[in-house]
């Protein structure tokens, strides 16, 4: 039990669907992150959220929309997704930065496959 | 920027005998360094971290990890493998920014172990 929880673990989608993946967290922590983990490549962040705020968004395309509304809570909402989006999409979250170089804490993902 | 090298894509023992693997990092701040492993079909769990601490870190699992400056590595190490560290392993080198953290995520070592 890592604290981080996600849900679906499993979604089948249609290019022209459009869903929600969920992640809460049960650490306290006040930033939350989402990630892309696709076969043969590095992770990529997709969103950062600090203190339910949007602090970074690193180009990722409009077909993916984020939403925290509280420190607890991160959402991705998903809408007329591509093939090549199919991947793992990993959640993460992580105490402040007051409090220096603390470890992020996963979930364990939701597998999404675009048909 | 920052970037992290893990010079192995794969690396494989047998059951019992010593584990090397390799994590070379950049950073143009003084860094904190975490290694992660992935088993299949989970999340990212932290095995360890360095930040400005002791310099040889023990981990979970028997894992640790020696912080080297002058060579700018951090390898992860394990006396005797088992069967169950059979997993993908992830080194991380991270800097704070105004929203938190900055994660750059090596590429991951695929760490088989043969009976």
């Known amino acids: 039990e890592t604290g981080v929880t996600q849900t679906p673990r499993h979604l089948v989608m249609g290019m022209t669907n459009k869903k929600s993946l969920k992640c809460e967290q049960h650490?306290?922590?006040?930033?939350m992150y989402w990630y892309k983990q696709s076969a043969k490549k590095p992770l990529e962040l997709m969103f950062v959220?600090?203190?339910?705020?949007?602090?970074e968004n690193n180009s990722v395309p409009s077909r993916f929309s984020p939403e925290c509304p509280n420190s607890s809570h991160l959402f991705l909402h998903l809408h007329t997704l591509q093939p090549e989006d199919s991947a793992l999409y990993l959640c993460?979250?992580?105490?402040?930065?007051?409090?220096?170089?603390?470890?992020?804490?996963f979930g364990d993902g939701t597998r999404l496959s675009i048909l | 920027a920052q970037s992290v090298t893990q010079l192995d894509s794969h690396v494989s023992v047998s059951e019992g005998t010593p584990v090397l693997l390799r994590c070379n990092y950049s950073?143009?701040?003084?860094?904190?360094l975490f290694w992660y492993v992935q088993h299949p079909n989970k999340g990212l769990q932290l095995l360890l971290k360095?930040?400005?601490?002791?310099?040889l870190v023990k981990g979970i699992n028997g894992f640790e990890a020696e912080f080297k400056k002058s060579e700018t590595s951090f390898h992860l190490t394990k006396p005797s493998a088992h069967m169950s560290d059979a997993a993908e392993y992830f080194c991380?080198?991270?800097?704070?920014?105004?929203?938190?953290?900055?994660?750059?995520f090596g590429p991951g070592t695929r760490l088989s172990v043969l009976p």
């Open positions: 993460a979250s992580s105490q402040a930065r007051e409090l220096g170089n603390q470890p992020q804490h």
């Open positions: 650490l306290g922590h006040n930033a």
């Open positions: 959220y600090s203190l339910e705020e949007r602090v």
């Open positions: 950073s143009s701040y003084s860094p904190s």
């Open positions: 360095y930040t400005s601490a002791a310099t």
């Open positions: 991380v080198v991270s800097d704070l920014r105004n929203y938190g953290q900055n994660f750059v």
